[in-house]
């Protein structure tokens, strides 16, 4: 399993979910500690934003770290990512 450290507080987080290829690459690592999803796009995977879920279980763009292009390819496929399947880890 791929895993990076996460931003925050540097815990190890595994890589959930990926879309695309190369320049259109989004990487998607969940802290479970955090509970936040960062993303990372383009083949030089740039921290572009972090998401958090509300209360109906939706994607809400929580840091936004990255240009507006980062951002919205990252917003672009979020929704992609189950938030049911982000439970495991502890
Ligand atoms: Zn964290």
Redesign the pocket.
Known sequence: MVSWA??????Q?PRVAQFGADATLVQFFW??????LFAYVGDKAVLAASFAKDKSQQWRVWKVIGSEHERNMAVSVVTQVDPRQLQHGN
Do not use: A, K, L, V
């Open positions: 996460c931003p925050n507080d540097g815990m987080i802290c479970w500690s955090c509970e936040e």
